[in-house]
């Protein structure tokens, strides 16, 4: 089996073309086969600072790490000329998220939080959806629970606050994430 990550950068001429080449800017060497990847966005520290932009990647073994997307001329030129880039797999430093205790992960996804944060949603094969804040996610904010088999699918979506706040002010610039998942036991729930 691969135990790779790839990512590819299609240059925007080449989206007509469903039949054109496309080649990866960046290749990871994983740890162990990957499940579940998603895409998030670390806040720089300081506040001059970038954003750095990842891809988390969920193995079968529980473990969720970051790896960075990495910022090239490579990406934007993305291979105008047809030739297949000189890309070898690499084991560049990744950041352990979180880990779920002998538990397959089955879906990940970052969404903010109400604070201005954000929280990166974890779900496993044992039941449960771990919500962990990010990109500090030794801080566990909660679990969503009441699945009584495996999570199979996970889905999450950014939607507008209801307005009318406690102090009768409109919060309808506050935006609130709704988590979808589907499970084993045959239910489908909204949280």
């Not at 691969?2 to 496309?22: I, N, Q």
């Not at 993305?78 to 297949?84: L, P, V």
Request: charged content about 20%; some cysteine.
């Amino acid at each position: 089996h691969d135990k790779t990550l790839s990512l590819y950068s299609v240059a925007s001429h080449l989206h007509s073309d469903d039949h054109a080449k496309k080649y990866p800017v960046t290749i990871y060497i994983m740890p162990k086969r990957t499940k579940c990847t998603s895409f998030g966005v670390v806040p720089p520290l300081k506040t001059d600072g970038k954003d750095c932009h990842v891809i988390l990647a969920g193995d079968l073994s529980g473990d969720a790490f970051a790896y960075p997307v990495p910022v090239s001329d490579a990406a934007e030129n993305c291979r105008e000329n047809g030739e297949a880039a000189s890309v070898k797999p690499t084991s560049t430093p990744r950041r352990l998220l979180v880990g779920h205790t002998a538990s397959m992960l089955t879906g990940l996804q970052v969404v903010p939080n109400d604070v201005g944060g954000q929280f990166i949603l974890t779900s496993d094969r044992d039941e449960k959806i771990r919500v962990s804040h990010f990109p500090k996610s030794y801080v566990i904010h909660g679990y969503l629970l009441g699945h009584t088999a495996f999570i199979s699918s996970m889905a999450a979506v950014t939607v507008p606050a209801q307005s009318g706040g406690e102090d009768g002010e409109s919060s309808s610039h506050k935006m609130r994430a709704l988590c979808l998942t589907g499970s084993g036991d045959g239910t489908v729930r909204l949280w």
